[in-house]
């Protein structure tokens, strides 16, 4: 705690790096290299609308999305920020085809990797909604000193040492756990600082379910009765539930995080495995469901237990609230 009677991100990642006897700082040096990244992408997504970083890059990424120029900057921000830190031996990036290896010495040795969405929902940039950054954090089993390979990062959720996002809306706030809970920092643009501002977080019974209806015809039996369950009135459940959908997965996810709810994204027409990475939006959010209390299922059991088959593989996903969850598997399992 400092003058200000704030804690700092730093401060509180040194902190707890007391909860891991023997630390050596690493995962410090780590977790804040990505704060550092954060700020420098926050300043860039603020001024969207006033410099000529809108609109597409011109190139199409492996999802066959075409990437916008803040999606091409925040991959190179990152990808230099987790470079300059040491820490880690390489990258996986929605916004990579492949794995992107550091090569030079220090990283070579470096024990931790992370998968990342530079930038998710980036949809939403033109539009003013909010947008984010999600991270994803694994020691990794080949040697040190050698380079990694892909059986680094098909590594099940349940391994993951850390994860988080940024989410940079009406505020910028950094979420992130380590396995011993869910904390919440907030950017004060006139300390340049992110401040301990949501400590513990829980998430609570839900009553709020997010889901893109227009996919309705496509969706499985058991989410289609699953939604009609939440539109049904039952007041001693507080029933019909309520529809909120942003359409940004950090921004639904955030939502719920914080006042209880379901996300979901089934299998669809156009996404017949499910729309959002199994590496790095699904595991890192499942990660943090579940540190607050929650749940991450892909419809007939826990998205940490999977085993990936490819770096950018799909998966049905629902999150949230264990009650909703719970919800949705009696639905589908039926
Ligand atoms: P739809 C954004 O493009 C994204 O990957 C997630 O952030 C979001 O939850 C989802 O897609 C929205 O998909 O099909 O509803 O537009």
Redesign the pocket.
């Known amino acids: 705690m400092n003058s200000y009677n704030l804690t700092t991100l730093i401060e509180f990642i040194i902190a707890k790096q007391a909860d891991f006897p023997g630390a050596k700082g690493e995962l410090s040096r780590l977790l804040y290299s990505i704060g550092v990244a954060a700020k420098m992408i926050n300043k860039k997504v603020n001024k969207a609308g006033l410099v000529d970083i809108l609109g597409t890059a011109g190139n199409i990424n492996i999802q066959g999305e075409e990437q916008k120029k803040l999606d091409v900057f925040a991959d190179q921000q990152l990808i230099g920020s987790l470079k300059a830190s040491g820490e880690v031996c390489g990258v996986a990036s929605e916004e990579n085809d492949e794995i992107v290896v550091f090569d030079h010495e220090m990283s070579k040795d470096a024990k931790y990797l992370v998968c990342m969405d530079p930038l998710?929902?980036?949809?939403n940039i033109d539009v003013n909604v909010s947008i984010g950054t999600i991270f994803s954090i694994y020691r990794r089993l080949s040697p040190r000193g050698t380079k990694p390979g892909l059986e680094d990062f098909l590594q099940e959720g349940s391994k993951q040492i850390a994860a988080g996002y940024i989410i940079y809306g009406s505020s910028t706030m950094l979420v992130y756990t380590t396995g011993k809970g869910v904390n919440g920092f907030t950017l004060d643009p006139s300390l340049g600082e992110f401040c301990l501002s949501h400590e513990h977080i829980q998430t609570p019974p839900g009553s709020m379910y997010s889901i893109?209806e227009g996919?309705y015809l496509a969706f499985p039996e058991g989410i289609k009765r699953f939604i009609k369950y939440c539109q049904d009135v039952d007041p001693a459940n507080k029933r019909p539930y309520t529809s909120r959908?942003i359409?940004?997965?950090?921004a639904?996810f955030h939502r719920n995080l914080l006042k209880g709810g379901i996300f979901l994204?089934p299998q669809t027409h156009k996404n017949p495995e499910g729309?959002?990475r199994l590496l790095y939006?699904c595991n890192p959010m499942a990660f943090l469901a579940e540190q607050a209390g929650g749940k991450a299922s892909h419809g007939n059991g826990r998205i940490m237990d999977i085993v990936p088959g490819s770096l950018h593989q799909r998966i049905p996903f629902y999150t949230g609230s264990t009650n909703m969850v719970d919800k949705v598997e009696e639905f589908l399992m039926a």
Do not use: F, I
Not at 247 to 250: Q, R
């Open positions: 998710d929902g980036s949809s893109n996919n959908y359409g940004s997965l950090v639904d994204y729309k959002l939006e």
